[in-house]
């Protein structure tokens, strides 16, 4: 052969046997099949075997099926985010002539989805709030296909009642679906409270160090498994096998990371609850948190997200200041990596506002020192009045 031809078809054998203690990083788009006649470009890969890079290399399958097994589904799909997961779920349980129902805490890009997007594609939504537990019975129309929950929920933390909110729905024939990021699929179980699909921003606590993007949806009933899978082949929802390695990596620590996080994110959020500054911590394992007794009910553990309610003298503007004091808590979104940060939130937009839901600041606490970062905040708290 020509040396040409020998760059792509070439006879060097290597040894076999490698064993390594950590999955390899398979990449590759096209898949060789032995046969003409096994050739499909079928998505089913766990049942019909590999077809197609876009449907997942070894290393993706591997961390679906390991957060699957983390959660108790019976399959998981690797989306490139967590809202890609978001949209994925609407777009395969929802179609024109629907209607859902969301909970007002939701994630602000699910929310603007749902507006933005899937009554743009005929969904009827409706935003319900949060606290509401079994009264959602008097929101689901016949209509109603899919209730969303989000517990706690973004910014004003509000722990949702899951169970009371699965048995109206299942009642009326609603599918539910939870973001269940905040307890990083571990210290809620979704499918035990009855959550029919559940979804995670991989990019939080899995992924655990704010370098990458992934998202999960898991299921249990197998009557979902056609219609997700279907959905999210059709819109060629791809993981990068790199993204999806550091994920598995992130997967062997996420015990302790989270063990870590809990105990400096409630000494951190104690502390501020009893400062004179501020009105009251949104933490879901603190009493002054919406939801709290479902919380101590449903979850096994808090991870790293709260918000703070400052006293009402204090202005926006004040707020902002004191975020742009702080020396250790960056500023940014996102959360579950090992970095503090802090987002001001000037007032988040809900269809039903309570006093709560003025200015907050939003905390994740990361791997500092938790001494440190409580003078951090003493020292840009000593500021806030100036
Ligand atoms: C509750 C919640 N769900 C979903 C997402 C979306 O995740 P991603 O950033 O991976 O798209 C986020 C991100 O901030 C989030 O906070």
Redesign the pocket.
């Known amino acids: 052969m020509d040396w040409k031809t020998k760059l792509i078809h070439s006879d060097v054998e290597i040894p076999s046997g490698f064993r390594a203690l950590v999955p390899p990083v398979h990449r590759g788009s096209t898949v060789v099949f032995d046969s003409a006649a096994a050739m499909t470009d079928d998505w089913r890969q766990d049942r019909v075997g590999y077809t197609y890079g876009l449907y997942g290399t070894p290393t993706a399958m591997e961390l679906a099926a390991r957060v699957g097994e983390l959660e108790g589904a019976r399959h998981t799909f690797l989306t490139p ?4 997961a ?1 949209a994925l779920i609407w777009l395969a349980l929802t179609s024109a002539g629907d209607h859902a129902l969301v909970p007002d805490h939701v ?1 602000g ?1 699910n929310r603007v989805f749902a507006r933005r997007v899937m009554r743009r594609f005929g969904v009827a939504v409706d935003f319900y709030p949060p606290t509401i537990g079994a009264g959602i019975a008097e929101w689901i129309r016949d209509e109603t296909k899919l209730v969303w929950c ?1 517990s706690p929920g ?1 910014i004003t933390m509000e722990v949702q009642d899951v169970p009371a909110i699965v048995a109206a729905a299942h009642e009326r024939g609603a599918r539910v679906a939870l ?1 269940n ?2 307890a990083a699929g571990v210290h809620f179980d979704a499918f035990a409270h009855g959550v029919d699909v559940s979804m995670q ?1 991989l ?1 939080k606590y899995v992924g655990g160090h704010s370098d990458l ?1 992934l ?1 999960t949806v898991s299921l249990r009933d197998e009557s979902l498994y056609e219609p997700i899978g279907r959905t999210h082949a059709g819109i060629g929802f791809n993981a990068s096998p790199d993204d999806c390695s550091l994920a598995l990596r992130g997967l062997q620590t996420l015990a302790v990371r989270l063990d870590a996080l809990e105990r400096s994110t409630l000494e951190v959020a104690r502390w501020l609850a009893a400062r004179p500054e501020v009105e009251a911590v949104l933490h879901p394992a603190l009493p002054s948190c919406p939801g709290h007794e479902i919380w101590r009910r449903d979850f096994t553990g808090s991870t790293s997200v709260f918000s703070v309610v400052f006293d009402a003298r204090y202005t926006g503007a004040q707020l902002e200041a004191f975020a742009d004091a702080l020396q250790l808590f960056e500023l940014g ?2 959360w579950g990596g090992v970095t503090s940060l802090v987002v001001p939130v000037p007032g988040p937009p809900r269809d039903h506002a309570s006093p709560r839901m003025r200015s907050l600041v939003r905390f994740n606490v990361g791997l500092e020192s938790t001494a440190d970062l409580i003078a951090d905040l003493e020292q840009a708290l000593g500021r806030l009045g100036e």
Not at 81 to 84: E, I, L, R, S, V
């Open positions: 985010g967590g809202q890609a978001i994630y890009p989000e973004s973001d990021t905040y921003a990019t993007l998202g979104y996102s």
